[in-house]
């Protein structure tokens, strides 16, 4: 998901909020906003993360989403049926 959203989001914009650390864990809420290239319809795409960390790196990396929200702005009626 990155490398596309790098390489392709041409207006991409990323906001960050809540971000936690406690041992070796860590997480954060980041928000992604952008174009979908195939339908050229904006997504606001909210992304909850959670970070396993090991000698103050990031080791393991899980984003949870919505992929019914993120489907319905990005394809319109065709990611609602999708959902």
């Given amino acids: 998901m990155w490398e596309m959203l790098v390489k392709r989001g041409t207006d991409l914009q990323l906001a960050l909020a809540n971000i936690e650390s406690t041992g070796n864990r860590a997480s ?3 928000i992604a906003t952008y174009t979908f290239s195939a339908s050229k319809r904006k997504v606001i795409n909210k992304i909850h993360a959670e970070f396993k960390l090991k000698n103050g790196k990031i080791v393991e990396h899980k984003d949870s989403i919505s992929f ?3 489907s319905c702005q990005a394809m319109g009626a065709t990611g609602f049926l999708l959902g």
Avoid: E, G, I
């Fill in 28 to 30: 954060a809420d980041w």
């Fill in 68 to 70: 019914y929200r993120w």
